[in-house]
């Protein structure tokens, strides 16, 4: 259900970003609004898991529209030493609905039923609609282009295969079966031939000239490595403090509050940072990785220190340093490439960023669920497997998930009660817990190592004034992007916004 949301949003980034380049922003925006609005409906709608799973796509497709537009737009309107505080302006937008979205979900859910989470979205997205409709700038292209269909459906055919492959690997299928190396192939040889036609197209989906200059490849390759841990964040928190530490619905979408405040408070002080200094992101990407991993060193411990206060801490500072890091590194693309670009280059922060967290999503569920498989024989107490059969064993072992389902512990409890007594009931719940804390903690430390990767990467990067109003785009690679003139057309210059 997650993984179908992710692949559409993913693959529809860059996509929303070429089509905005050469239609403009307002009525794609709004298509994407639009099109998040009815797969809420039909989400809420469901009556079977694989109908919320196809719904929950349709969502992801208009998220990811939303996603490339809401960065595109600040780059269309403000150069970038001005960009920082709008960035943080939507950081602070996003970072409040991350801490009253996760809570009002527990509780619709408590109260009513799952199918609110989705139909809560109509009265809050409709009115919007038409505020993008009466106010929304309607911004027309700077030039001529067209619309690259073959990379278009190469895009697709590369992520959509890949994506699903390394979600099935190892969970539903093995990873030597032919259904995951089928999609991975596929993945692999669309690829290719994706680089290879936008090389030679005049007007690629992805300009690959912009990844001649450093501080846009590099600065790519820490949104990619990032993406893992905010992603493990989302879902593997949740995870922890439902599974793990008992709490409800409610009480985790709770917990995520202080994490998500973490991410706000990284976010608002980075920009401020970044417009009073002038553009210092090399120091403050530093800060933040090593941040982000020591709150990450934390939640590694969290088997041998299964508390809320403990686990909250390390959240705390993951949110923190990982928040730091969201406007961070799209300013500092923004700032190098010329005008021309915007559209391509912010969707692929967007896109690279989402690729990361979908690829770490799938690697880690399917590791987590390895790694608790593996550690529940040792984990279960002595004599379980006599009560339970292989087979419930089994079933156990390969949906952790349920141990979030009130209903299924209840059921499991009742089921060792009958054949034993209620404390080794207890005992074998406990085991479970423990199982699926270690199995947590050791995607942490997967994630830790990820975000020591991003660390060093960081060092690497070279760090250049930000553009103020009517400058033109300094690129210390001699100019490798696009070998665009010195002078181009910049926000808020002549071409340059509403």
Do not use: C
Not at 225 to 251: K, Y
């Amino acid at each position: 259900m997650t993984t179908s949301y992710i692949v559409a949003s993913t693959t529809v980034v860059p996509l929303a970003g070429a089509v905005a380049d050469i239609y403009g922003r307002k009525w794609l925006y709004i298509g994407g609004l639009i099109v998040f609005l009815i797969g809420s409906v039909l989400a809420g709608s469901a009556d079977s898991m694989n109908s919320l799973i196809t719904y929950r796509a349709v969502q992801g497709l208009g998220a990811g529209v939303m996603m490339a537009m809401a960065f595109v737009t600040i780059g269309d309107l403000f150069p970038p030493a001005e960009r920082a505080k709008y960035q943080g302006l939507i950081a602070g937008v996003f970072g409040i609905s991350s801490v009253i979205g996760p809570t009002l979900g527990g509780f619709l859910t408590d109260s009513l039923s799952w199918n609110w989470i989705f139909f809560v979205n109509l009265p809050l997205g409709i009115p919007v609609v038409f505020l993008f409709i009466k106010l929304f700038p309607n911004r027309k292209p700077s030039r001529a282009r067209t619309l690259d269909i073959p990379g278009a459906i190469l895009l697709v055919l590369t992520v959509v295969p890949g994506l699903i492959g390394l979600s099935i690997g190892g969970a539903q299928y093995a990873w030597g079966s032919p259904q995951v190396i089928g999609a991975l192939a596929l993945s692999l040889v669309a690829g290719i031939a994706f680089v290879v036609t936008e090389l030679r197209v005049s007007d690629p989906l992805i300009p690959f000239v912009i990844f001649k200059n450093r501080i846009v490849s590099i600065s790519l390759v820490i949104i990619f490595l990032t993406g893992f841990a905010m992603f493990g964040a989302m879902v593997f928190i949740p995870l922890l403090f439902q599974g793990v530490l008992g709490a409800s619905p409610t009480e985790s979408g709770s917990f995520m509050t202080p994490m998500m405040l973490g991410v706000v408070a990284g976010a608002a002080l980075s920009v401020h940072v970044l417009s009073r200094t002038g553009g210092h992101y090399r120091v403050q990407g530093i800060l933040g990785l090593g941040i982000m991993l020591i709150g990450i060193g934390v939640l590694t411990e969290v088997s041998e220190h299964p508390t809320h206060s403990f686990a909250l801490t390390g959240a705390i500072l993951m949110g923190f340093g990982l928040g730091t890091t969201f406007p961070l590194f799209t300013i500092t693309v923004q700032n190098v490439v010329p005008f021309q670009y915007m559209g391509a280059s912010t969707s692929s922060t967007q896109f690279f960023r989402s690729v990361g967290g979908s690829i770490g999503l799938a690697l880690m569920g399917s590791y987590m669920v390895n790694r608790f498989r593996t550690g529940l024989s040792d984990a279960l107490p002595d004599g379980a497997d006599s009560i339970l059969s292989p087979e419930r064993i089994s079933q156990i072992a390969n949906n952790p998930n349920a141990l979030l389902d009130p209903e299924s512990l209840d059921e499991l409890r009742n089921e060792v009660t009958a054949l034993s007594d209620p404390a080794f009931a207890d005992r074998v719940i406990g085991g479970l817990e423990a199982a699926l804390a270690s199995a947590i903690s050791d995607v942490f430390t997967v994630a830790f190592f990820l975000g020591l990767a991003a660390f060093v990467v960081v060092l690497f990067l070279k760090e250049i004034p930000l553009r103020k109003r009517g400058q033109p785009a300094q690129n210390p690679d001699q100019n490798k992007v696009g070998e665009a003139p010195r002078t181009v057309a910049q926000p808020g210059s002549a071409g340059g916004g509403d």
